[in-house]
């Protein structure tokens, strides 16, 4: 029992020692980018020498994977999780407002999942993007099925759709917790200016 015992809280350690790396790299990732964050500097900011770090993680490429993908876990998540009788104007709105809640959330890793992802290896690259286009195709579905039932005003799906996640993914750059606008005030205008802009009924 009590090797049982032990061997469970190596593998919790072992768990949260692996959040604790993954968390000081999105930060390192962020503030000066994958290229220019080491091994060294990682191990550093979790207190660990260098060959220690390694019993954790295998490389840094996989670390910017995992961070990438768990952002991406998050925002299909939210939209996996909208029900299908809503009606198209519900569901974009469920989808806005669960695509900032990510962003807010994540904020101190956002850069990496919106931009550093890009230096990862093709293999890696391609995996992520066919989980981007996926997601997408969420906002695309439900822009199409607005078009459809008259609730909303488009040409071009595909180009709204692009334009509505372009304008959601930009508020890393300026928003931030504390401020004059809570993310529910922040939701409800952007909800807002996205229904304007989809010529909504």
């Not at 015992?5 to 790396?21: A, G, H, N, Y």
């Not at 768990?70 to 709105?93: C, S, V, W, Y």
């Not at 669960?98 to 931009?115: C, Q």
């Not at 890393?172 to 010529?199: A, I, M, N």
Request: glycine letters at 6%; hydrophobic letters at 40%.
């Amino acid at each position: 029992m009590s090797n049982n015992r032990s061997f469970e809280e190596d593998r919790l350690q072992k768990v949260t020692r692996r959040d604790e790396i993954l968390d000081a790299a999105g930060q390192l990732f962020s503030r000066q980018g994958f290229h220019a964050t080491s091994m060294r500097d990682l191990a550093r900011a979790v207190n660990l020498q260098g060959g220690s770090l390694y019993a954790h993680i295998e490389s840094k490429e996989e670390v910017l994977f995992e961070l990438v993908n768990r952002a991406a876990d998050q925002f299909m998540g939210n939209a996996e999780a909208i029900p299908d009788h809503l009606t198209p104007k519900e569901q974009l709105e469920r989808l806005i407002k669960g695509h900032l809640e990510v962003i807010v959330r994540e904020l101190d890793n956002a850069t990496v999942f919106f931009h550093e992802w890009k230096f990862l290896n093709p293999d890696l690259q391609s995996k992520i993007t066919a989980r981007r286009d996926a997601y997408e195709g969420h906002f695309r579905r439900i822009i199409e099925a607005g078009v459809k039932s008259g609730q909303f005003q488009v040409e071009d799906v595909r180009l709204a759709s692009l334009f509505v996640l372009s304008a959601l993914n930009w508020t890393y750059h300026w928003y931030r917790p504390g401020g004059k606008l809570t993310l529910e005030s922040l939701s409800q205008h952007y909800c807002d200016l996205v229904f304007r802009t989809l010529g909504a009924r």
